[in-house]
């Protein structure tokens, strides 16, 4: 399973890359792994104000919905409005497909949120 | 809770990366390495095998079988020949479906009933408890594995297993005891995907040999296939499943499947009365063909609703990846079944609109023979 080392991770599976006031969000390999082929990806709307823990997407597998919850508190400024016609590419490149984009309403903290190491040792449980 | 139960081929399951999970008090996998998507594509294109040995297998034997079998049976079971198959509801007094089942004829005193993994408990008490004592009714659904090998290619595959003819096996029909690599089986040109294929039947004890040799056999043109494209396959061609299109509160007439529900056929048979009824005074509700104008994935039980008021329910919604759209089929009064007619999907608390339809579902391009 691939974790890179540079991002921050959730326990539901999320990963964060936090570029200035901005932080990048997606899901892991192990989430995109454990989904299987990814069919749908609802986005959340550009604007909306997300507190950590909030729902802010979905994504789909053939068989079942699973909720994308947001790791940090903001607004939403962009999405990936290539997930729309190709969600495929959530499995073949996790890390290089963010879901959204969440302006950051405080300067980003690592809080509850896991490093590399820490959250591959969640994934082998 | 019972311990999960596992086929005989739980081990070859594993070996082949499937992502185990439980079916109904099974363990099996929903898919295989390759992922639903692929297997789906596989079968479809070329041939996809699935264990299916979950599935229950109940003996009907003795004089009066066939008088037994129409008094509890929906379809003519008098209008096959031995050697033939034939869809079955089983029904309750009031029309609601016990379960859907394959009936197998060897002769007049001698059938074999394929039913649905998790109603076989279920069906067998309905069943012993109707037939008459001079029947023998046996569940020996744990002697059985069966093996489903689907698609265009199917016939090719099994055929270098076998010195039998199996282009001789019409659609619907079987052949009992057949050789296929070395081991005895019954072998039916039926299936659960909207392709051409078969379903093999042999001793528990042989279906890992039987396995091997099958995905040896088919090299690169076969794939094994889980439950995820076994549904995304059947619910594709518009074939029911049970528990989602027909189950004890919606009847075979609602589920549309009027075609094998004989009530003008000369026995009568639980369930007649109460579903000559409903016709009479007309369907509540019918099932429908959805197709959704806006983006995203109807699922099993959204509420579909016409002006904000709800009026029907989703009974199954998958991607159908052949066609390329999020299908969904719902129970609908029948005064919004009209084609043409606009419903909204309620998805997430959102409304999805989408658009009743007739005919869009899968249907394989050269008919079976």
Redesign the interface.
């Known amino acids: 399973m691939n974790t890179p080392s540079d991002l921050f991770y959730s326990k539901e599976h999320e990963w964060v890359r936090v570029e200035g006031t901005k932080a990048y969000v997606g899901i892991t390999d192990f989430a995109q792994h454990s989904l299987?082929?990814v069919?749908?990806v609802?986005l959340p709307e550009v604007g909306a104000k997300v507190a950590a823990g909030d729902e802010a997407g979905?994504v789909?597998?053939?068989?079942a919905?699973s909720p994308i919850y947001s790791p940090v508190a903001g607004e939403i400024v962009e999405t990936n409005a290539n997930l729309?016609d190709a969600p495929q590419a959530i499995n073949e490149d996790p890390y290089g497909q963010f879901v959204f984009v969440v302006e950051l309403d405080a300067p980003f903290e690592k809080g509850d949120l896991l490093d590399a190491t820490e959250y591959a040792a969640i994934c082998e449980e | 809770m019972s311990a999960l139960k596992r086929t005989p081929l739980y081990e070859k399951h594993v070996e082949l990366q499937g992502k185990i999970v439980d079916f109904g008090g099974w363990e099996l996998p929903v898919q295989y390495a390759t992922g639903v998507l692929a297997e789906h594509r596989k079968t479809r294109e070329s041939a996809g095998l699935f264990d299916v040995s979950h599935m229950g297998e109940i003996i009907v034997r003795g004089a009066g079988a066939e008088d037994f079998l129409q008094s509890i049976l929906s379809n003519d079971v008098s209008k096959i020949a031995p050697k033939e198959t034939q869809y079955n509801i089983m029904c309750y007094e009031n029309g609601g479906c016990v379960d859907d089942l394959i009936v197998y004829k060897y002769s007049e005193t001698d059938y074999l009933l394929v039913v649905n993994a998790s109603n076989t408990d279920k069906d067998f008490d309905w069943i012993a408890k109707h037939a008459p004592e001079t029947l023998t009714v046996e569940n020996v659904s744990s002697q059985f594995a069966q093996l489903a090998i689907q698609g265009p290619n199917a016939e090719k595959i099994l055929q270098t297993l076998t010195d039998a003819d199996l282009s001789a096996i019409r659609f619907f029909h079987f052949e009992a005891d057949v050789v296929v690599a070395g081991k005895i089986c019954i072998v039916s040109r039926t299936g659960y995907t909207g392709e051409d294929g078969f379903e093999v039947y042999c001793d528990s004890a042989d279906a890992v040999e039987l396995w091997d040799a099958i995905l040896k056999a088919g090299g690169d043109e076969i794939c094994p296939v889980g439950l995820g494209a076994r549904d995304s396959l059947r619910f594709e061609a518009k074939l029911p499943l049970y528990g989602h299109e027909i189950s004890a509160e919606i009847s075979p007439l609602e589920a549309r499947l009027g075609f094998f529900v004989k009530l003008d056929k000369e026995a009568d048979f639980i369930g007649k009365e109460a579903l000559k009824a409903q016709k009479a005074e007309g369907l509540k509700r019918v099932l429908c063909e959805l197709e959704p104008i806006d983006r995203g994935i109807p699922r099993a039980e959204c509420e579909v609703c016409v002006n904000g008021e709800k009026v029907g329910v989703v009974t199954t919604g998958v991607p159908a990846p052949t066609l390329g759209k999020n299908l969904a089929l719902a129970l609908l009064p029948p005064q919004y079944a009209e084609p043409e007619t606009q419903v909204e999907i309620m998805v997430r608390n959102k409304p999805i609109r989408a658009l009743v339809k007739k005919g869009i579902f899968y249907r394989k391009k050269t008919l079976a023979r």
Do not use: N
């Not at chain 1, 789909?60 to 068989?63: A, F, G, N, T």
């Open positions: 299987g082929d069919v749908y609802e979905v789909e597998s053939v068989k919905a729309e």
